[in-house]
């Protein structure tokens, strides 16, 4: 009897206790904080160009590829990104050197869920530029390119050094556009 009255009491409980499907929590991500988006200068005598950019990077020369001139990476170390920069001087091939920034933007397709290209123009510098934003899990979520149409072409993509997950990196990659659109903005010719 008393093991009737123990069964039956446990069934009971276990109908009672069992109304709510269990669901899992999410993965949660942790909170970033940004300082003021704050701005120096970029000179050198060697590089034909100038522009703007964050206090809180530093800029080093491009080591990777046998230090090409004025080919840099713009260190944003507390973001694990860097916006590495490239120039290729114009010889008659401008056309060519655009259809290797498009390639190289378009092999993130694979990954990307959408590209979406702005252009941006300023006729008084001579500045013509073209800002891809890629989105998804791509290695890259932005890329541009600048030339002034005659000598030079300017091209750069921000990298950040984890595997890419779209969700977790959205915050960051926000606060990154800003810079990079003031970069392109304040960007000027020698």
Not at 96 to 125: G, N, P, Q, R
Not at 142 to 165: C, E, W
Request: charged letters at 25%.
């Amino acid at each position: 009897m008393n093991r009737t009255i123990v069964l039956l009491a446990f069934i009971a409980i276990s109908l009672i206790s069992c109304n709510e499907t269990p669901n899992p929590k999410p993965d949660a991500y942790f909170r970033l904080t940004f300082p003021e988006h704050e701005y120096q200068r970029y000179s050198s005598d060697e590089c034909p160009y100038t522009f703007d950019y964050p206090v809180y990077a530093k800029i080093n020369n491009d080591e990777d590829y046998g230090h090409k001139p004025c080919w840099l990476n713009i260190d944003l170390s507390q973001y694990k990104a860097h916006i590495h920069i490239t120039l290729k001087e114009i010889n008659n091939n401008l056309d060519s050197l655009l259809d290797d920034s498009h390639t190289l933007v378009y092999k993130h397709t694979v990954k990307a869920d959408a590209i979406e290209a702005k252009d941006y123009f300023d006729d008084s510098l001579k500045v013509y530029a073209t800002i891809f934003f890629i989105e998804g899990n791509a290695a890259s979520p932005m890329q541009f390119h600048i030339t002034d149409s005659v000598n030079y072409m300017f091209r750069g993509s921000l990298y950040f050094k984890v595997a890419p997950n779209s969700d977790s990196l959205a915050p960051a990659v926000d606060f990154l556009k800003v810079d990079v659109m003031h970069l392109i903005e304040s960007f000027e010719w020698k």
